[in-house]
């Protein structure tokens, strides 16, 4: 891998599905960051706009040109767009 992938995690507290995509990425030893939308309506509204979802997770991964965002719930979804970097 020639450029430093980026990983950020919308997600909120309480949220078991958050949790889930945390635990698998820290365990595939893949780094990332947390956007926290509890008690942030407004980071809500930007994934809306974004994604066109209030719902979290939503992982974006990007590198280089190549960025996507995934929305549906389930580690098997972002283990699909990971093949993608990895």
Not at 8 to 24: I, N
Not at 60 to 78: A, R, S, W
């Amino acid at each position: 891998m020639s450029k430093e992938i980026s990983i950020v995690v919308w997600s909120k507290e309480g949220c078991s599905y958050c949790t889930d995509v945390k635990a698998y990425l820290e365990e595939k030893g893949v780094g990332y960051q947390t956007v926290d939308v509890t008690n942030h309506d407004e980071r809500r509204d930007i994934l809306e706009t974004k994604y066109g979802v209030r719902h979290v997770p939503v992982i974006e991964i990007g590198q280089g040109n190549i960025y996507k965002g995934v929305t549906k719930v389930g580690i098997e979804h972002l283990e699909e767009v990971l093949k993608v970097f990895f």
